[in-house]
């Protein structure tokens, strides 16, 4: 079977900078795999790559069999790409309930069905007490998790978290979790973006590692925190020594 | 949940039912014609800024020269009826399409800019629309089209004896406007706009095409507020550039929209309701040496509300959110 998302020998330049350099990834059916790196490590970058808000300057993005390198964001979402941000975009005059209707219309046209699946979503999320609220009246934790109630209205086949458990008490980040892992258990594959290890590294099942805008290391999570390249990735050249 | 949004709905048309028969019966109290043309005024300011509140207060994009379109339906009618004898109901329906198309033209390129940027680009387009029109000979220029006088009938939408014909039509297209805007709110275009105003980017992730969204709303706020142009133009039997494509035009659709709460279903009718009214009387109070007065007081009166009450007046009747809130 081949994988929902491969990126093939992805480069991305800004300018001078290059943010991604031949960065080949794959992301299988019904996985979690984390993207993890230290700050500037081109995370960001190849997670805006895979969502279409950019093309990037070299190389291809293949999402469910189909060639996504040029196509832009609205239409990726139509086939089954859904996406968090790390900055919340909330829209923020809307009601909790009427933004994650705007995700439930790609799939559903007639209102009352879209309606119908926006409050199974916010069920799902555990958003449902909050439906009625402006989404400028909610917290930052919830805001996370509109965020992600949004994108699962799309129905999305593969889910991009970008960074939705940082910044939040160790509480938040529990609840956070067990929402990801319910959404795989849904069915739907998730890539996600995290800065803090501890988080995600019980979570994934295999996290790729960049640093400096290449892919540095690929595996289990509890090998790839055991690899000298990334203790000194993370930590500096001194620590790795003694790994 | 689900309920209370639905019983909301159904109240808000009983609401524009029991005003629309309301109004309806006012003529058989007010006879004088003076006040029935600031009734008709007010419900045709009402529809266009109904019309100019698609565009700018549910999609978000900021239009300070609708009189454009406004002019365009005035034009279209009155040339097709003294140019070719065509009736001015298909001229009205032939400016809002043009209008329309010509909104979407001008959208293509200007869709791209954003914020400020789009604002002044729409005051800048209506500033040459009205200069072209100055100067297009066959347009009849600076002196303007005279609708010639064929006597009272419905068919060529004239009256002469009686205003009351002009005042149903302004109720009926006031009341199209709003509920164009009423059945818009509960669909997938009504929600768009509002997620490309809110946040473009976070909307183009969920399947929005930020770009097209953008052309549909311009089309039926141009389309629109070309109908009441037209109407106008049969209204006053006589239309020059500066009296059907100026830029207190653009204003007078705008500030309602902003007084009684921008991208909200009530705001418009209530802010036109309050503000024509009152324009008309510091109008006739001060007379012509008083030119400007009236700016000036809703100039004060915008000031005061973005102070007040940055939502409109409609948010005084809202306190539903409110409860819903946290803080």
Redesign the interface.
């Not at chain 1, 975009?89 to 009601?95: N, V």
């Not at chain 1, 439906?131 to 402006?134: F, M, R, Y």
């Given at each position: 079977m081949t994988a929902l998302l491969e990126t093939r020998g992805v480069w991305q330049r800004f300018g001078g900078l290059v943010a991604n350099s031949d960065v080949s990834i794959s992301v299988g059916r019904g996985e979690i795999v984390g993207l993890i790196g230290p700050n500037g490590a081109g995370k960001s970058t190849l997670f805006n790559l895979i969502?279409g808000?950019l093309p990037p300057t070299q190389g291809s993005i293949w999402f469910d069999g189909e060639d996504v390198t040029n196509m832009?964001?609205?239409e990726r979402?139509?086939r089954g790409v859904?996406?968090t941000?790390q900055v919340v975009?909330?829209?923020?005059?809307?009601?909790v309930?009427?933004n994650v209707?705007?995700?439930a219309?790609?799939r559903n046209?007639v209102?009352r069905e879209?309606?119908r699946k926006a409050?199974e979503v916010l069920e799902f999320t555990g958003l449902a007490a909050r439906?009625?609220?402006?989404a400028s009246?909610l917290?930052p934790a919830e805001k996370r998790r509109l965020e992600v109630a949004?994108?699962l209205?799309?129905e999305p086949k593969l889910l991009l978290l970008d960074e939705v458990l940082t910044g939040l008490t160790p509480t938040e980040a529990q609840t956070g979790v067990a929402l990801v892992r319910k959404v795989r258990d849904a069915g739907i594959t998730v890539l996600m973006v995290e800065h803090v290890m501890e988080i995600v590294m019980p979570l994934v099942d295999r996290a790729i590692v960049l640093d400096l805008g290449k892919v540095l290391v690929e595996g289990k999570p509890s090998d790839v925190v055991r690899d000298p390249k990334v203790i000194s990735a993370y930590l500096g050249d001194r620590h790795a020594v003694g790994a | 949940m689900d309920k209370n949004f639905a019983a909301r709905r159904r109240r808000d048309l009983i609401i524009a039912a029991v005003l629309v028969a309301l109004a309806a019966l006012a003529p058989l109290l007010i006879k004088d014609v003076y006040v029935q043309n600031i009734l008709i005024l007010t419900l045709m300011y009402a529809a266009l800024s109904q019309s100019w509140n698609i565009l700018s207060g549910y999609c978000g994009q900021i239009s300070l020269g609708h009189a454009l379109y406004f002019g365009i339906g005035a034009y279209t009618t009155e040339l097709l009826f003294t140019k070719f004898g065509v009736l001015p109901w298909f001229g009205m329906l032939a400016g809002g399409v043009i209008a329309a198309i010509i909104a979407m033209g001008l959208g293509y390129p200007f869709f791209r800019l954003r914020g400020h940027y789009f604002v002044i680009a729409t005051i800048v387009i209506a500033e040459i629309g009205l200069l072209l029109f100055q100067n297009w000979e066959w347009a009849g220029a600076a002196m303007g089209i005279t609708v010639p006088v064929r006597g009272d009938s419905w068919l060529k939408f004239q009256f002469m004896r009686s205003k009351l014909p002009y005042f149903y039509f302004a109720l009926v297209l006031c009341s199209l406007a709003w509920f164009v805007t009423w059945w818009l709110e509960d669909s997938k275009w009504g929600f768009w706009w509002r997620a490309v105003k809110d946040n473009p980017e976070a909307a183009e992730s969920l399947g929005v095409v930020v770009f097209n969204s953008k052309m549909g709303a311009a089309a039926v706020s141009a389309f629109l507020v070309a109908i009441g142009g037209a109407f106008y133009a049969q209204f006053l039997a006589y239309i020059d550039p500066e009296s059907v494509m100026g830029f207190q035009f653009s204003l007078l659709m705008a500030l309602p929209a902003v007084l009684g709460g921008i991208g909200t279903l009530w705001g418009p009718v209530l802010g036109a309701a309050i503000l024509i009214p009152m324009t008309e009387l510091t109008r006739s109070y001060i007379g012509g040496s008083g030119r400007g007065v009236d700016l000036i007081v809703y100039g004060a009166l915008i000031v005061a509300i973005s102070l007040a009450l940055p939502r409109g007046l409609v948010s005084l009747f809202s306190r539903s959110k409110a409860k819903g809130a946290t803080r």
């Open positions: 969502a808000v832009p964001a609205a979402c139509q859904g996406r941000f975009k909330s829209f923020e005059t809307m009601t309930i009427d209707i705007v995700g219309l790609v046209t209102m879209a309606r409050h439906a009625d609220v402006l009246d917290v949004r994108a209205a799309t | -």
